[in-house]
């Protein structure tokens, strides 16, 4: 079966740190490029974050850059999300996607606060 699993959400305090993780299965994650999106309750999905197949191309959103960092693991089929010194702006419903394919996961919520 073709899915995108997503792990890791919760509720932290600001300032604190989580990693997200999404697990692949049902195809050759290690041809596909995969993001990170985000959406809050209210607003637009926001993309926060994008890496390569092969794990040496990374990108950014403005809101996030210098915070959070992408990586994946291509003998695991996963893809992370790291994000450090959270904010209450960053509490969303957090998705991964492989674009190629229009893939997305369920979501794992992460909600920021004090």
């Known amino acids: 079966q073709v899915q995108l699993v997503e792990s890791g959400g919760g509720l932290v305090q600001p300032g604190g740190s989580l990693r997200l993780s999404c697990a692949a299965s049902?195809?050759?994650?290690?041809?596909?490029?995969m993001r990170w999106y985000r959406q809050a309750t209210g607003k637009e999905r926001e993309l926060v974050a994008g890496i390569g197949s092969f794990g040496y191309s990374t990108s950014y959103g403005d809101s996030v850059k210098g915070r959070f960092t992408i990586s994946r693991d291509n003998a695991k089929n996963t893809v992370y999300l790291q994000m450090n010194s959270l904010k209450p702006a960053d509490t969303a419903v957090y998705y991964c996607n492989t674009p190629a394919m229009n893939l997305w996961g369920q979501g794992t919520q992460v909600t920021v606060s004090s």
């Open positions: 049902g195809f050759t994650f290690s041809r596909y490029s």
